[in-house]
């Protein structure tokens, strides 16, 4: 199987505007997620990782979405000395909900909100020859994007492949997890007893991938595998089987046993459900040998960014050999406990998992081994 | 080699299976026009009523295009995949539950404010829980999909397809479904045979 290198990366969140810069802040336990009063998105105060009202903000050719993604991808691009004019090179997007917070602006015009719209704007910006690939496919569209560019680097069809994700935060986003009581009323606690809810968080992540030898020695994506429930659009898998069977797919793969896996980043949403039958699925395919973690505490949740975000910090963890800490954990809450990690490890990290669930029962997975 | 099996075509208020217009229904409102194919076809599925318009058409289109089963083919649930695209992710829908949030938001609402709830509400009818993807672009763009399709196929991770185009905005829409197997048939599964059953209701027109 061609070997899937990772050659640059890049993380925008309200920590920092480099990978560097966020895991620096990360290693020192410093958290983006704050106690945030913003009457523009809701009455009440909440807990989320947000960008200040004055970064990024609209400039008449881009919205607050596509600068995100223009600063994101436009330093993996230098970084790795890409050039998007190159045939042999694909861009492909991650989001969710991308410009709709333009709604709360009154802006309706679904051609300034699509999807498709922003995607045609950042390929005409950098120059990329190719339409984007755009995934929206719920909270796994990063990881998705992902073993989508993995997969059209193996098949031969593209060299490289930039694949980035964006998602703010707005009362539409808010106002609708609110609605399903999903979001805690302080700081998120991922698999601990006390865990009631998400927070929220904005950022983008981008990553370039390459099937050029040239860049061996580099950390690789290795493996991947998407999947789905079939039990219910906004609730989780009782059994956590499904999860399971895509970690094991992945695994298979990548080629690499479950006891190889040292450490996985979890999606760990800190709701009930999600981290009970991500618990279950960890057990299943078991990898529950491994340490675990969710950076939920210190990004929130950042929806179609997060498969990105959360990839490119447990690459960087692989590179450093640390791994951090789950913040706002302390007891477990789970029926089948993990390794959550509760303080700055050194370890070497040969082979890491990082998976993802989303509303639509759907759930992915990768593998990425030095 | 990858065939079309079957495939469905859901526009215009008229429905095709496999290239054969099945039904056309008086010309109504998409609400009216999703409700009165649900009942003429006898479809019993209260899920049915709480979905959005994106997943009530894709629902349809696909429970009409897999009519005559699958079962025989003894896939197993993880063998079957979902890898659908449109041009308006979930806009139809965002504006209904944008217009509730100045009152009392609606869950009921919002939790179809993703399109790819029409692939986990395709999947819980069927039972599919093989691979997934929702795609948004601007025009249905056969090749990518056949690319990304005959890759899942030929790698392992999956036996069989439901591909295609489910958009919804205020009244346009249009479903194209395929079903990809691997599995003699006369449709051989290309980017131009998918592009001609797309563009069915254009040659019914002629």
Known sequence: MKDVFVVADNIVSPLGRTTAENFSLLREGIAGVRHQNRPEMSDQPFYAALFDRDEFRENGRHTKFEQLLIASIGEVLVDAGVDPADPGTILILSTTKGNIGLLEEGIEDPARISLTGSARLLAHYFGFVHSPVVVSNACISGILALVNGMRLIRSGRYETAVVAGADLISKFVLSGFGSFQAISAGYCKPFDQARDGINLGEGAGAIVLSGNQRYRGRLRLRGGSVGNDANHISGPSRTGEELAHVITRSLADAGCGPAKIDFISAHGTATLYNDEMEARAITLARVQGAQVNSLKGYYGHTLGAAGLIESIVTLESMREDLVLPSPGYETNGVSTPLNVCTSLLSAPLEHCLKTASGFGGCNAAIVMSK | ?206
């Open chain 2, 1 to 206: 080699m990858e065939y079309i099996t079957a495939s469905c075509v859901i526009t215009d208020n008229r429905v095709y299976h496999s290239g054969r217009l099945l039904w056309e229904a008086p010309r109504v409102g998409l609400p009216d026009f999703l409700l009165s194919a649900y009942q003429h076809f006898g479809f019993q599925y209260p899920k049915f009523y709480k979905m959005d318009h994106l997943s009530k058409l894709g629902w349809l289109a696909a429970e009409l295009m897999l009519r005559d089963g699958l079962a025989a083919a003894g896939y197993r649930p993880e063998e079957m995949a979902v890898v659908l695209s449109n041009g308006n992710s979930s806009l139809d829908t965002d504006y209904k539950y944008f217009a509730t949030i100045g009152d009392i938001p609606s869950p009921a609402l919002f939790v179809y404010t993703l399109p790819n709830i029409m692939i986990g509400e395709i999947c819980i009818r069927h039972k599919f829980k093989g691979e997934n993807a929702f795609f948004v672009s601007e025009l249905f763009d056969a090749g990518f999909i056949e690319t990304y399709v005959r890759d899942l196929m030929e790698t392992g991770n999956a036996r069989a397809c439901i591909c295609g185009w489910v958009d919804v905005l205020g009244e346009d829409y249009s479903a194209v479904l395929f079903l990809i197997e691997r599995k003699l048939s006369t449709l051989p599964f290309t980017a131009e045979n998918m592009n001609r059953l797309f563009n069915i209701q254009n040659a019914g027109h002629e």
